[in-house]
């Protein structure tokens, strides 16, 4: 069987206790052992290369933690999102009017502690065929559907063939305008990215790639290699980030990472709030650190480089975005504003009749015509 680099990576990697022991010694093997029959692990050989330190921003994101067996009492949802609630068909989530949410795959090129659906990574029985074949046919059955997100899992976990074989299907649905893949691979697997598998899916466009990028560590030759295969070949890069406690939850550390990504020719699209997800809460930050995050960022570099701060709300509410205070102060008159200086501007607003539709021409007419009328129907007395 020809193995693929990026295969081989995967064969590579740490996967059970015992390679966990050998890369980390400190680990305790009982503890460990206890936590991946749970929550599997994987970190694959490429990533695992990037680790300095078990306690790095990094390693962090992927070695197992007593945390996560601990916080599983804590009262925090296994699925925190309500996406299984929401499902129309198993693994196909329909929350906005005109997108779902498809889940291709249960496989990722790394296992994140963090991640919203640790639930099911790693299981086999999360998905199947019968589940994708289910999902297809309620998208062809709902005109609305415009917008298709592949999720997982990662799907360009799959093989060429097989996922050539999804987009393509999705992209025959008349009334799917944009297909959108969200995919860890850029940053942890950048291998991944050969031109047979651009080739494979850029019959298929418009594909957006929603890159996951959480460290300026992450930003390697490697990948910088594959966002620009992608792009070449035609697909716009979006990256979406989780705010992580230790690991990047302060503005320099994010706008490093989000001005080299644009280097990279992605463009940050949203910092996560994270998730109220078992076994995951070691990894939340303040609301007051997000916000101060997003002050530290904006007007101190491009607006390009800026994401939306959200809240993914949990029970299955949707992205809400989360705004430093700038608005002071509102009356009929004027708005009082402050910049990233924490400098206060005034702003005046326009009269009342102009706000509400009216132009000051429309409003001069109007009055014109209002005199006339007045001076023709009135009798001299």
């Not at 005109?98 to 640790?118: A, E």
């Not at 099911?120 to 074949?133: E, L, T, Y």
């Not at 990894?283 to 530290?296: C, D, K, N, P, Y």
């Not at 504003?337 to 702003?347: A, D, H």
Request: proline letters at 7%; a negative charge; charged letters at 25%.
């Amino acid at each position: 069987m020809n193995v693929e680099e990026w295969q081989k990576l995967l064969i590579d990697g740490v996967h059970r206790v015992r390679e966990l022991k050998q890369k980390f010694p400190h680990l305790d093997e009982e503890e460990i052992e206890h936590i991946i029959s749970i929550y599997p692990v994987r970190i694959n050989k490429y990533y695992l290369g990037l680790i300095r330190s078990p306690d790095d921003p990094i390693a962090r994101q992927v070695l197992p933690d007593p945390a996560e067996i601990y916080e599983m009492s804590q009262g925090v949802r296994e699925d925190p999102l309500n996406e299984e609630a929401d499902a129309v068909v198993p693994g196909l989530t329909h929350r906005y009017p005109d997108r779902v949410l498809f889940y291709v795959n249960h496989q990722c090129p790394i296992y994140c502690r963090y991640c919203t659906r640790k639930r099911k990574i790693g299981d086999p029985n999360s998905v199947n065929h019968d589940n994708i074949r289910a999902g297809l046919e309620y998208i062809r059955e709902h005109q609305e559907i415009r917008d298709v997100v592949l999720s997982g899992g990662d799907p360009l976990m799959l093989k060429d063939e097989l996922l050539g074989d999804i987009v393509g299907q999705v992209r025959s649905i008349p009334h799917v305008e944009v297909i959108r893949i969200g995919t860890r691979i850029p940053s942890t697997l950048p291998q991944r990215v050969t031109q047979k598998m651009c080739d494979t899916l850029k019959k298929h466009h418009p594909i957006f790639i929603m890159a996951h990028f959480s460290h300026p560590r992450e930003l390697t030759p490697e990948a910088k290699r594959s966002c620009e295969m992608l792009a070449d070949n035609g697909f716009p890069l979006m990256n979406q980030t989780v705010l992580l406690k230790g690991i990047n939850d302060d503005p320099e550390t994010l706008k490093e990472l989000f001005v080299g990504l644009l280097r990279f020719r992605v463009r940050p699209y949203y910092l996560y709030q994270a998730d109220l997800t078992t076994g995951a809460a070691h990894f939340r930050t303040s609301l007051e650190t997000g916000l101060a995050v997003m002050e530290g960022l904006r007007g101190h570099t491009s607006g390009l480089a800026v994401p939306y701060y959200v809240i993914d709300a949990p029970g299955g509410g949707g992205k809400i975005p989360m705004l430093p205070e700038y608005v002071l102060q509102v009356d009929e008159e004027q708005v009082v504003v402050r910049n990233y200086e924490r400098k206060t501007f005034r702003y005046t607003l326009p009269p009342a009749s102009q706000a509400n539709g009216t132009s000051q021409e429309e409003e001069h007419h109007t009055l014109l015509a209002s005199a006339s009328s007045s001076s023709t129907n009135s009798s001299p007395k």
